[in-house]
């Protein structure tokens, strides 16, 4: 009788500790994870049990119910804590006392599906499944194009807008633009284009910010026409940052040029004094020299007069006697004849 007292007793403190069990053991985990393809997603995990026991948790287990269904101690798992090597993009981020969370990187459509979390302690009949799994679902980064115009082909001048979207709930995620594989300085969920040129024609996709490896799939944008030299340069910042070096550039040339004709000319003023009192000099000897030079002109003049009477006069002296002599002559004959004829 009092064996089978026992036994009953044995069995309510059992059902009672199981009770326990239930109520305080746990595991809390979401039952949807969506991630951007080519980035980092985290499942987030907690994990109670009775802390009131000497209880110490051994081994940490994730599986991917792809792999195996049951999750149960067999395994296989994707991350089990008691292996020195795992999967390389799956990461444990949490502890053995209460967070269990994981990191899967560079996530592909490979690692979707559902998982479920199990951890193992010290205590007999201490290990503990998630009730339920969490799904894993993989979305991609998709690129849409919004116009003035819905009909037609894009020509300068049309607005339009690029729209960055990923179907994960909740997700505002910080983005990066490409075009033509190239990264712009553009970032938001929108591009804008309020009047686009023909320039702007190339292929454009997004990525997170901090995964190039989650861009998205390109779409084509060709613009029609020519963009005129206005517009270009209008929306060229490069142009203007030419613009405003070449007009500093000028303004510092233009000053340097204009201090250095003020300098000049402030020392040529200051040597007019000099330069007026040398040219003074020089004219006073000019005007000496010029006397001295027509003084001695009129000298020279002076005795060329005196030469000129002393030669004319001996020469007119000597031919009027000559014409005296000649003339007596010619009368003495005449006066011979007459007095012949007389007698």
């Known amino acids: 009788m009092l064996q089978i007292i026992l036994l009953l007793l044995h069995d ?18 979401p ?48 991350y089990n804590s008691a292996y020195k090597h795992n999967q390389s993009n799956y990461e444990y981020i949490g502890n053995n006392i209460s967070n269990c969370c994981l990191m899967i990187s560079d996530i592909n459509s490979k690692n979707s599906g559902e998982y479920l979390f199990r951890f193992i302690t010290t205590l007999n009949l201490g290990t503990f499944t998630s009730t339920h799994d969490v799904d894993v679902t993989i979305k991609d980064l998709n690129v849409s194009m919004s116009r003035s115009r819905d009909n037609g082909s894009i020509t300068v001048g049309d607005s339009l807008n690029l729209t960055c979207t990923v179907s994960c709930p909740g997700h505002s995620p910080e983005l990066q633009w490409f075009k033509d594989n190239e990264p712009t300085t553009n970032s938001g969920p929108i591009l804008t284009f309020k009047s686009v040129k023909h320039k702007d024609s190339g292929n454009y996709s997004c990525a997170l910010k901090i995964f190039k490896s989650s861009e998205s799939k390109q779409i084509s944008l060709y613009v029609e026409g020519t963009d005129s030299v206005s517009s270009d340069i209008s929306g060229s910042t490069t142009y203007f940052w030419v613009i405003g070096v070449c007009s500093l550039v000028s303004i510092i040339i233009l000053i340097v040029v204009a201090v250095t004709l003020i300098s000049r000319r402030r020392a040529k003023i200051h040597e007019m004094p000099q330069k007026e009192g040398k040219t003074a000099q020089i004219n006073t000897v000019t005007q000496t020299v010029q006397t001295n030079l027509q003084r001695t002109e009129d000298v020279l003049h002076e005795e060329e007069v005196q030469y000129a009477s002393l030669n004319i006069k001996p020469k007119e002296v000597w031919a009027n006697t000559e014409q005296q002599k000649e003339d007596s002559t010619i009368y003495s004959t005449v006066r011979v004849h007459e007095v012949k004829g007389e007698m």
Do not use: A
């Open 31 to 78: 039952y949807s994870v969506c991630g951007v393809r080519g980035s980092n997603v985290s499942i987030p995990c907690n994990f109670t049990y009775p802390k009131n026991d000497p209880i110490q948790v051994t081994q940490m287990l994730w599986c991917s119910k792809r792999q195996h269904e049951k999750c149960d101690i067999n395994g296989p798992y994707v």
């Open 12 to 29: 309510i403190l059992r059902i009672v500790s199981l009770g326990i069990l239930e109520e305080n053991w746990n595991v809390q985990i």
